[in-house]
């Protein structure tokens, strides 16, 4: 635990506010400073390009991309070497040529996204853990500059396509710890000034506590919400029960499935639309949904190739794993990078909108149960107590009752039986303190029938 993170669990409400606001500030003038609002426009004027246009701005990028990997990064080097690959090959590559090259694993990344995936040339940057959809986060370098150009997508193609913008005031239920742990009391939510943002606690949604969550999206007058699907749902759910109707803009959903049942609860519980979108940390492509309900990949963030068990394009309507390379990030480049993940393309590729941008019908994205406590919380996306600890390559935590957990993790010679405590503190902090933890090492932990690791499983109903 950091100094800071000491400083604010044991500071009164009004310093933690001044904290985040500080935290805010921060990140407001990294990721809407400099060229962000030119990035914006240049993602605007895009957007009405034709198929053919669109192919050939990614060929021009793929190629740039490629020569600056071959030239600077070592293991894309070394690996296209092996490979048979010059640099003049790279010169006039296709679309349809990136097939040859090989893909990149996620265990490639684990391991040398630190060292001889980075690029010699390399901005200042940072590096930052991935939601993880295995359960096991993965380290991604991103740049000031990346993270504009990401923002600026972002806006162009997320807000702006649902009819928002940043400067509006925002609700966010993410992955950030702002409360100490699982018994501490309302308010449940924190300020961030800098950018017109409410925090609100993941970990704390239930129906003794629901009325805080109101009062912070009241007190602030709050124009949309953003953030994890779940625990959006769980609080508009219980605003239904109690029929309360807070009139918003939008809410904007990413990272787990969104279903028509969400949908409809936030609806009710807010009187407007509810906007999809799927991308992640590693910044190597978004799909979003627009005014139309067209849900679109967009094609100047990356490649997306949406593949079956051998390695070739399925049809339109057919489901496939995604393997996607980035665009923005050349500091540490994914490219034909196997993100776990798995989506359907739409059959029929024409857009209600007129844009020609590949649509999507759905996204498999992580796959996990929810896990409920005594109190009537429901908890999701517990990443984060993976996140800094090193030598886990998978992860999977399971529910028998209200107060007995088994934490299953696959590990390399890298990890510390030390951080065996760091797991189970870290996760009863979230959940209770009265809960018994087993934390179990495996060989391997068994993929669903769909290919994919479920990260929770909760056997409290069964």
Request: hydrophobic share 35%; with cysteine.
């Amino acid at each position: 635990m950091t100094k800071l993170r000491i400083i604010y669990d044991s500071s009164p409400l009004f310093v933690q506010n001044f904290l985040i606001s500080a935290y805010g500030y921060y990140w407001k003038n990294r990721r809407f400073g400099g060229n962000f609002k030119k990035q914006v426009l240049e993602f605007k004027s895009r957007e009405k390009f034709s198929n053919e246009e669109w192919t050939k701005y990614q060929t021009l990028e793929l190629r740039k991309l490629l020569i600056h990997s071959f030239e600077t990064v070592p293991y894309y080097n070394s690996l296209y070497k092996d490979c048979g690959f010059k640099k003049k090959d790279f010169l006039k590559f296709t679309i349809k040529d990136i097939k040859e090259l090989p893909y990149l694993e996620k265990e490639a990344l684990r391991k040398y996204g630190t060292s001889s995936l980075l690029s010699s040339k390399r901005s200042r940057g940072k590096f930052y853990s991935s939601s993880g959809s295995t359960g096991t986060p993965t380290s991604i370098f991103l740049s000031k500059d990346v993270h504009r150009k990401w923002s600026a997508l972002y806006e162009a193609r997320v807000r702006n396509w649902a009819g928002v913008h940043y400067k509006m005031r925002r609700g966010m239920i993410g992955g950030r710890e702002i409360l100490k742990d699982s018994n501490a009391s309302a308010p449940f939510y924190r300020i961030n000034r800098a950018e017109n943002q409410v925090y609100f606690s993941a970990y704390h949604i239930s129906k003794s506590t629901f009325k805080s969550y109101l009062e912070g999206i009241e007190k602030k007058k709050i124009d949309y919400m953003v953030g994890y699907a779940k625990s959006n749902f769980f609080l508009a759910g219980l605003f239904v029960e109690n029929n309360i109707k807070i009139p918003l803009k939008a809410v904007l959903c990413s990272s787990e499935i969104l279903t028509d049942e969400m949908r409809e609860t936030f609806f009710k519980a807010y009187g407007c639309k509810t906007f999809n979108a799927y991308s992640g940390v590693e910044a190597c492509g978004l799909i979003s949904e627009n005014l139309f309900g067209d849900f679109l990949f967009s094609p100047d963030s990356g490649i997306l190739e949406v593949i079956n068990e051998k390695g070739f394009d399925v049809s339109y309507g057919e489901e496939g794993e995604v393997v996607s390379t980035g665009f923005f990030n050349y500091d540490q480049p994914l490219i034909r990078y196997r993100i776990g993940d798995r989506l359907k393309l739409s059959q029929n590729q024409k857009t209600k909108s007129g844009l020609s941008m590949p649509k999507v019908e759905k996204i498999e994205g992580r796959v996990e149960d929810v896990l409920k406590t005594r109190d009537g919380r429901k908890i999701v996306s517990l990443y984060k107590i993976f996140i800094g600890i090193k030598g886990i390559k998978l992860s999977q935590v399971i529910q028998y009752n209200y107060h007995n957990y088994e934490i299953k993790i696959v590990i390399d010679k890298l990890f510390d039986d030390k951080d065996q405590e760091t797991i189970r503190n870290r996760f009863i902090n979230r959940i209770d303190s009265n809960s018994k933890v087993k934390i179990n090492i495996v060989d391997d932990i068994p993929k669903t029938k769909s290919g994919k690791y479920k990260q929770t499983i909760s056997l409290l109903d069964e």
